[in-house]
């Protein structure tokens, strides 16, 4: 019932930095979770950060931490995830979801974006 729109991604050299954003609408932005994740051509979708409904917790993959960093504005509807460092694993389309029930590293999401397309090129 929420909608999701992904932007920001985009191609970028190694190294650089990119700053995602997904704008949410149609439910109360502060009754979810919202977590970001990638899916890489022939891999299955995995989890990169996910933050609690106030910006009071956030949780990362191994491979992000200390690269990325999620945020969120409530008075915007908006979560962001800044990405430093980037690196060609890091190929992706990320996507955004949301979720009532609290933070969750799987991908038990009911609600996500379109997806924007993340390339690093060496």
């Known amino acids: 019932q929420v909608q999701l729109v992904e932007s920001g991604g985009g191609l970028v050299q190694a190294g650089g930095s990119l700053r995602l954003s997904c704008a949410a609408s149609?439910?109360?932005?502060?009754?979810?979770?919202m977590g970001w994740f990638r899916q890489a051509p022939g891999k299955e979708r995995e989890f990169v950060a996910v933050?609690?409904?106030?910006?009071?917790?956030?949780s990362y993959a191994d491979y992000v931490k200390g690269r990325f960093t999620i945020a969120r504005d409530n008075g915007k509807n908006t979560v962001y995830l800044q990405m430093n460092s980037l690196k060609p694993e890091d190929t992706a389309v990320y996507y955004c979801?949301?979720?009532?029930?609290?933070?969750?590293?799987?991908?038990?999401?009911?609600?996500w974006g379109q997806g924007t397309q993340v390339t690093v090129s060496s």
């Open positions: 979801a949301a979720r009532s029930f609290g933070m969750s590293t799987t991908s038990d999401y009911p609600y």
């Open positions: 149609g439910r109360t932005f502060s009754n979810y979770a």
């Open positions: 933050i609690s409904r106030y910006g009071g917790s956030t």
